[in-house]
């Protein structure tokens, strides 16, 4: 959900809903390496990290309730989020 779609469901659903919002923290140069694993087009990832940019994605954090560090492994992101799950 982006930012302003959580900050309405916070604001309007506080009180008949548990809303928790997890960040997924990462940094354009990661975003970019693994597009380019990918195989994404030249035009993708600009278009990509240039949306990331626009709306001020990797300001966003502030507003989590938890934060997962997304710049390591797979493995390091998945235990990150069955930490958060188990609380």
Do not use: C, W
């Amino acid at each position: 959900i982006e930012l302003n779609g959580l900050l309405q469901l916070k604001e309007n659903y506080s009180n008949h809903a548990n809303i928790v919002a997890i960040y997924i923290k990462t940094d354009i140069e990661t975003m970019k390496n693994r597009m380019i694993a990918r195989n994404d087009s030249p035009e993708s990832i600009q278009s990509r990290i240039d949306n990331a940019l626009k709306i001020d994605e990797f300001k966003s954090e502030k507003y989590a309730d938890f934060i997962v560090d997304n710049r390591g492994s797979l493995e390091d992101t998945l235990n990150q989020i069955k930490s958060i799950m188990s609380i």
